[in-house]
């Protein structure tokens, strides 16, 4: 562990993922005033998460870096190797309720009854999801304008998404379930039950509720990772390729909702 002071580390952990939930927080409750959805409008009032979310990442990105020497990133070339595994199962995890719902003879529906009653569905996973973040709303397909929505869409979630909020779950939070007074004592991955409950519980409060299930499977392979390679690379790349993966998923089978 570097030898940095204790506030700094706090800050270089904790704020660029209290900066991004901001971020998240502002289009969530100020989604409606941005927002103007009229013919007339342009692409930055009919769609603001065009914008929104690539600012949101810059910023976050640019925080990550401004404290990137108070972080303990020990990149090991076998621990991120198993980040890669345990992404791609973790993911797979995630995705298997809809995978396999959508390939059932009648669908979904047939088994599980109308989405209008969605308790139960949820609780498996189980949605449609077809609307959420597509740049192909208000750009072109294929256009400069549309490869540049989508590329800082991937790189929010494959590059920022990963740092801000490992940092936070599994660099800090963890840390400071296990001593709550000196965090910055406790080795990375030092397990504890009430700082596997703590930060996955939380892990998955902070997604959609039909993803709770998996959110709760992924942060247990997440926290797994963490205390069996004690490595916080190898939960950064686990969130990278699962992330990546998951915008694949939603773009191949326009899913937009689940990412």
């Not at 969605?118 to 709303?137: H, Q, S, T």
Request: charged share 15%; proline share 7%.
């Amino acid at each position: 562990m570097n030898s940095v002071p204790e506030a700094l580390k706090t800050r270089a952990y904790v704020a660029p993922f209290a900066v991004f939930m901001g971020f998240t927080l502002l289009w969530q409750f100020g989604g409606p005033f941005l927002e103007w959805d009229h013919p007339a409008a342009a692409w930055w009032r009919r769609a603001p998460e065009q914008w929104l979310y690539p600012v949101q990442a810059i910023v976050c990105f640019a925080l990550v870096i401004w404290w990137r020497k108070a972080i303990d990133w020990d990149w090991k070339w076998k621990p991120a190797a198993w980040g890669i595994l345990f992404g791609v199962l973790g993911i797979l995890c995630w995705l298997a309720p809809t995978m396999a719902a959508d390939r059932l003879p009648g669908g979904p529906d047939a088994w599980f009854g109308h989405p209008s009653w969605p308790w139960y569905r949820y609780l498996l996973g189980i949605d449609a999801r077809p609307e959420g973040f597509n740049p192909g709303v208000v750009f072109s397909p294929d256009s400069w304008s549309w490869l540049a929505a989508l590329a800082l869409r991937f790189f929010r979630a494959v590059v920022v998404v990963a740092l801000v909020e490992e940092l936070f779950w599994r660099g800090y939070l963890m840390r400071l379930m296990v001593n709550l007074d000196h965090p910055w004592k406790v080795p990375f991955g030092t397990n504890t039950w009430k700082a596997y409950w703590v930060t996955t519980l939380c892990f998955m409060a902070v997604h959609q509720p039909v993803d709770y299930c998996g959110a709760f499977i992924y942060g247990s392979l997440a926290y797994l990772l963490a205390v069996w390679q004690k490595n916080l690379c190898a939960v950064i790349i686990m969130h990278a390729v699962a992330n990546a993966l998951l915008g694949w998923a939603a773009l191949e089978w326009g899913k937009y909702g689940l990412w």
